[in-house]
């Protein structure tokens, strides 16, 4: 699938087995759906305000980064 400049999917929260709370965004609104398994509900529209973006910083590390902090773990253990 290809991605578009409209659509974006922000944070997803699973709630049980097979429902999970989104937040998207959907050109300049941000909404926050509800999503089950044969349903897709609309909850609230929430600002850019109201989110709490991390940096790239605080985002989840890359496998390769994670892989580097093992290896050089594994190293000094060596050593």
């Not at 659509?7 to 097979?18: D, F, G």
């Not at 897709?40 to 850019?48: D, P």
């Not at 109201?50 to 060596?78: D, G, H, M, Q, R």
């Amino acid at each position: 699938m290809s991605g578009g400049d409209n659509l974006e999917v922000i944070e997803t929260q699973r709630i049980s087995n097979n429902k999970y709370v989104q937040i998207v965004r959907a050109g300049n609104k941000y909404l926050v759906i509800a999503i089950g398994k044969d349903e897709v509900s609309f909850l609230t529209e929430i600002s850019r305000d109201e989110l709490i973006i991390k940096t790239e910083e605080e985002s989840t590390p890359s496998f390769a980064s994670v892989l580097e902090k093992v290896k050089n773990i594994n190293k000094k253990k060596e050593d």
